[in-house]
Nanobody
C-alpha cells in the first residue's frame, strides 16, 4: 500500500503544473484523498480534498480558483492541477489518505 507523487518542478510565476499521486494497494475512489504542502519553516497545510464516492471537493482559501483536485479511478490516480502559480506556492506537496503519505514532490515557483 503506497502513494507515489510526481510532476513537481521549477516553473515561472503565472505558470502551471499538474501533480499526480498514483496509489497502489487500494482504490482511490473508496477514500477521501488530500493534497498537503509544506514550505520551508512552515507547518504542513491542507491544500485540497476530494471525497470518496461523489467526489466533492474543497480547497484552502489561498488556492481557491487556481488549483483543481481530481481523480481518475481507472488509473487509480489523484491529480492536482495548479494554475496561475505564485512564488508563495513553493513547497513540497504531499498526497495523503488516512494515515498514508507519499514521499512528496517539490514545486518551486520562481523567475
Amino acid at each position: 500500500v503506497q502513494l507515489v507523487e510526481s510532476g513537481g518542478g521549477l516553473v515561472q510565476p503565472g505558470g502551471s503544473l499538474r501533480l499526480s499521486c498514483a496509489a497502489s494497494g487500494f482504490s482511490v475512489s473508496s477514500y477521501g484523498m488530500r493534497w498537503y504542502r509544506q514550505a520551508p519553516g512552515k507547518e504542513r497545510e491542507l491544500v485540497a480534498h476530494i471525497t470518496s464516492g461523489g467526489g466533492f471537493t474543497n480547497y484552502a482559501d489561498s488556492v481557491k480558483g487556481r488549483f483543481t483536485i481530481s481523480r481518475d479511478n481507472a488509473k487509480n490516480t489523484v491529480y492536482l492541477q495548479m494554475n496561475s502559480l505564485k512564488p508563495e506556492d513553493t513547497a513540497v506537496y504531499y498526497c495523503n489518505t488516512r494515515q498514508l503519505w507519499g514521499q512528496g514532490t517539490q514545486v518551486t515557483v520562481s523567475s
